[in-house]
């Protein structure tokens, strides 16, 4: 359940309890290992409690992709694309920093690929629906250069994750975006 901000306050603790210790869960264990039960004793509700606000755990892990989506959304918004790519790659890096374990582990974790992939395709979808050069791709141009951007970008975030974001964001953004825009501008010449 999305908070509007005029619910009881019973309710958004009930819910940020259950968002809390779901994300938790998501840190400690693979999403097919959650179970309602232990995300129920955990945030200290009952199952029915639960089920008041989510027909399922996929219900509140495609709420979490959502939320998630948006966000990213709100901040590039006003970048064109492909001329703003780096732009949107710097945004990327940025906002998955300031997201938390969760969003690593949905984002570096093989088994949140499909959770993953929900993002990725709301995001572009939004993000490229407004580039005239990219409307004018074929359908199997426009997954070619959409599969080639993510799959480099998230190599890069994941490698660095896995490294312990030891080398500087700004340096490993400038790699990624030398990688990127050389392929995506020679993509659309």
Not at 47 to 62: G, I, Q, R, S
Not at 75 to 103: C, H, I, M, T, W
Request: charged content about 30%; overall charge negative; aromatic content about 12%.
């Amino acid at each position: 359940m999305i908070l509007q901000g005029n619910e009881d306050l019973r309710v958004i603790k009930t819910i940020e309890a259950i968002k809390r210790e779901f994300e938790a869960l998501i840190c400690e264990k693979d999403y097919e290992k959650i179970t309602v039960k232990e995300l129920c004793n955990r945030a200290r509700i009952n199952k029915k409690t639960f089920y008041h606000y989510y027909e399922t755990l996929d219900a509140l892990l495609e709420e979490m992709q959502a939320e998630l989506s948006v966000g990213f959304l709100e901040r590039v918004k006003d970048f064109a694309l492909p001329e703003d790519l780096d732009k949107v790659n710097r945004e990327f890096f940025l906002f998955a920093s300031e997201q938390g374990p969760a969003y690593e582990k949905i984002t570096c974790g093989g088994t949140y690929h499909a959770i993953r992939d929900q993002m990725t395709d709301q995001v572009n979808n939004e993000a490229w629906s407004r580039s005239k050069k990219y409307q004018k791709l074929s359908d199997f141009d426009k997954k070619l250069l959409m599969d080639f951007i993510n799959n480099t970008v998230l190599a890069a975030y994941r490698r660095w994750v896995e490294d312990g974001k030891t080398a500087p964001m700004e340096d490993v953004i400038a790699l990624t975006n030398r990688l990127v825009l050389g392929g995506v501008n020679g993509f659309f010449r």
